[in-house]
């Protein structure tokens, strides 16, 4: 696409996303569009390009475990620099649910849009921005597999995953259904206990949660940075009874003891595409 192609695109986008935002229907696109009003917590500017896609991510517990950085040197690949906090590394479980996707200047898909997933990640600092290493992600959507393989270049896998909510408990029981990828399984019952958690800039919970862009690789192991933008995660303390959990065996980490928990009800999130660093 040219680049003059690209900018009608992109102009039509902006004008689809203002005539969105004022459809009784769409809370979920209103409040996507409307995370950009909110950047002060940003480590580093906003990028210059228009965002590309909305989400709305819902229920989402992070369970997270120390791990000796030598053993996430082993899967993670030298190009990313790990980051460590008081001398450890982590890696966390994150089982959610995606509601609201959709790219920019359009409306959600019916029975596309929304889908449980669960993903492990790891800490990386590339150029002085800390981001997210995505070791896998899994989703229960065909589509949003092949679309998030195909443009982002993460290694995503389709899952059989149900997820269901009751009063404050939330039900994940998921396992890993494709072809092209090793066996893992999840299955917890979690939520949330007591009070949100103030902004705390430095703790242990904002270093694993705050972070504004993903990084990924190529075939040719070319580097690639995708932006993200969300306001400052709305934070609770979590309790969850983990049945199963073999979601970082793949990776040869044991994951024994417990896991520090936190959940979110809910963020809105704008993202950007990948582009190489």
């Given amino acids: 696409m ?163 909510e009751r009063e404050k408990e939330t039900s994940f029981s998921g396992m890993r259904v494709s072809d092209d990828g090793p066996g893992a399984s999840f299955q917890a019952r979690y939520g949330p206990e007591g009070e949100r958690l103030p902004q705390r800039p430095g703790s242990l919970e904002r270093w694993l949660t705050e972070r504004y862009c993903l990084y990924t690789l190529d075939e040719d192991e070319l580097l690639y940075r995708g932006e993200i933008h969300h306001p400052p995660w709305p934070l609770q303390q979590a309790s969850a009874e983990i049945d199963l959990n073999t979601m970082a065996r793949p990776y040869g980490i044991v994951l024994e003891d417990e896991p520090l928990l936190h959940f979110s009800a809910r963020q809105d999130v704008a993202l950007w595409p990948i582009r190489p660093i």
């Fill in 2 to 164: 040219g680049e003059r192609s690209t900018t009608l695109f992109q102009r039509l986008q902006g004008v689809g996303e203002s005539l969105l935002r004022r459809a009784p229907f769409a809370p979920d696109v209103t409040r996507q569009s409307s995370v950009l009003a909110e950047t002060d917590h940003r480590p580093w500017s906003l990028p210059d390009s228009p965002w590309l896609m909305g989400q709305t991510w819902t229920s989402l517990l992070f369970a997270h475990w120390p791990v000796p950085a030598s053993a996430l040197e082993e899967v993670v690949p030298p190009q990313l620099p790990l980051d460590t906090y008081d001398g450890s590394a982590w890696l966390g479980v994150t089982p959610f649910r995606v509601e609201g996707l959709r790219l920019r200047g359009t409306a959600p898909v019916p029975r596309l849009s929304s889908f449980p997933e669960i993903n492990v990640r790891t800490y990386v600092t590339v150029d002085g921005k800390p981001g997210i290493y995505f070791l896998s992600l899994d989703a229960d959507s065909c589509a949003a597999v092949r679309a998030a393989r195909y443009s982002y270049r993460l290694p995503y896998f389709r899952s059989r995953i149900s997820m269901s």
